[in-house]
């Protein structure tokens, strides 16, 4: 089958590997139907990070199910289904608590790679969410998003306790960032105010839910919340980036008692703790348990509430790959999808 | 009148200095019956910080009012009152979102200095709880504690989402983490886990509700905690020291999707974006919002439902403090009330 790898920073070659078979009896394997690149593959694109030789790359998917373990019983051969970037058991007592990111069985979806014509999903019980009748093009866009980047922005919104009332600042115009402002939409929240200065970008802020575009970063993008604000700050940010500047601006622009969700993988970020007390901001972040909303996600699609794949604005057959991490690490695509 | 004043690092004195009056409408003047030392005072007297010069110490009281300004309402001459170590409006929106320890207005009654027999409050009618009847001497001491370290350790109880079914683990046995511990237990907390290795200070926490002792620290600790756990953490975990160690103690104690409440005010403390990412807890800390929660605290303590008094463990005349400070700085005590 043909599957995207990379063997060094800046080069992504599409290949012919084995297709996966069942491994364990609590796998399947799917026919990937659609795939894309994600801000967080980017990083070892850029050269961040370990690099190991030729990997796998990888981790939306939705698809058909190809075969199952014997001891899958919830999904079955020919089930159209997404699942997270996490395989999760989902019945461990971290996943009951709403951590299927955490599972205590977790395998990253990253390692196997689903930028490929197949995939083997560890965990098929937990992991993967069926999908009823029959999704037209646009409903398996919006499918794929929340494999992943509208899962993750959905958790950054909860976590920064967007809702009904609440001013809510997201800092970062990526997929992710933009997909936290629908969310924060969804749950209600009265005000959005986008951080960005790409003006592709702030149309689609404003598609999914922002009410307000500030341009400035850092300490001016924290001041322009603060005026935003009374003075006080936002009753909730998202932070969707990953780096020093972002993370502190996430927390400078919220007031004391509010809330930042961040979502944006940290690289080389260091939180000074007297900056952190003081702030008296209550954070919560890390890999997103995308499989805890996923059931909802896939409900508010398939009834036409949410359009969360209208965050694809480059589509490319898997055989031009490189030219797809190429546009997003050139920023002229904020999301391509993958078609096979 | 007599006041505590701090000259260098390890230089307590007790001088006659101008008693208060009132300078804003808004303000009252206390007699103040009970003060005390609190662990972050001992920062400066070990050298840690700016030091610039002779300066006021304390931010703990009790007392009767013995003036109040024009403009204060709800608080009258010879009311029996406590506050927090904050002053605060208590209207505000930052106040009105239960985070009085940030108000716009806020005054930090240590830059007063309540180690005195009068000590001006600020903002008084928002600052200032009366207490109704006539304490007895042990209720005294219980309200004393509830303006400082019984409130710090209730919101880090709170902040840590301790509760039914929840296993807590506490990191520092100082003063704020015992009451910790009562705030854990009273909130129903299943297992409480005191992480100390002073006997003295052990057979206090299980005074005070703690179920479990851990004696070791830093990564033997935390193994500590998780062998405890089933190998998954503390669903909550209190940090009341403020130093890297004991914030990395506590946040790598906690299970993913668990909660940590950090009060220890943070000296030289640094969290890795990385580790901080990938453990998904809840971090929410600062200087308490006590104000928040001296109502409710002066009615347990008058009902008799909590004795948090019991953390003193040294009572000395104010004209003794510098002994006081002493006995705290070589841990010969826990908690040094000053009488006047």
């Known amino acids: ?43 070892p694109y850029r050269g961040y990070g370990e690099q190991n030789g030729p990997a796998p790359m990888g981790h939306e998917y939705i698809g058909v199910v190809e075969a199952v373990g014997d001891e899958v019983k919830n999904i079955a051969v020919g089930d159209f289904v997404v699942g997270s970037f996490v395989a999760s058991d989902n019945t461990c007592e971290i996943c009951a608590a709403g951590f299927q990111s955490r599972c205590v069985h977790q395998v990253m979806m990253g390692g196997i790679g689903t930028q490929a014509e197949y995939a083997r999903v560890p965990l098929a019980d937990g992991t993967l969410v069926k999908v009823d009748g029959e999704p037209t093009d646009a409903q398996a866009r919006s499918l794929l998003a929340a494999s992943d980047v509208l899962g993750t922005g959905w958790f950054a919104a909860v976590a920064a306790e967007a809702g009904p009332g609440k001013t809510v600042a997201v800092v970062g115009d990526g997929a992710v960032g933009l997909m936290a402002i629908l969310a924060a939409k969804h749950l209600g929240a009265e005000r959005i105010v986008a951080m960005s200065r790409h003006a592709d970008r702030q149309a689609l802020a404003r ?19 603060k005026e935003l604000t009374g003075g006080l700050g936002a009753h909730s940010s998202v932070e969707a980036v990953g780096t020093q500047e972002s993370m502190m601006q996430a927390i400078q622009s919220t007031r004391p008692g509010g809330h930042v969700g961040y979502v944006g993988v940290s690289h080389d970020v260091s939180l000074d703790g007297r900056e952190l007390f003081i702030s008296t901001v209550s954070l919560l972040g890390g890999p997103a348990p995308v ?16 359009d969360p794949g209208a965050v694809f604005d480059l589509t490319l057959p898997i055989e031009q790959a490189a030219e797809g991490y190429k546009a997003m690490d050139e920023r002229r695509a904020t999301k391509v999808l993958l078609t096979f």
């Open 207 to 225: 598609r999914f839910g922002a009410t307000d575009i500030v341009e400035e970063r850092g300490d001016e993008g924290v001041a322009k919340i």
């Open 291 to 306: 499989r805890r909303f996923l059931p909802d996600l896939v409900d508010l699609i398939m009834s036409g509430e949410i």
């Open 1 to 43: 089958m043909r599957a995207v790898i990379m063997h060094a920073p800046g080069d992504v070659r599409v290949e012919d590997v084995e297709k996966p078979v069942i491994e364990e009896p609590t796998d399947a394997v799917l026919r990937v139907t659609m795939s894309c690149v994600c801000g967080s593959d980017l990083w």
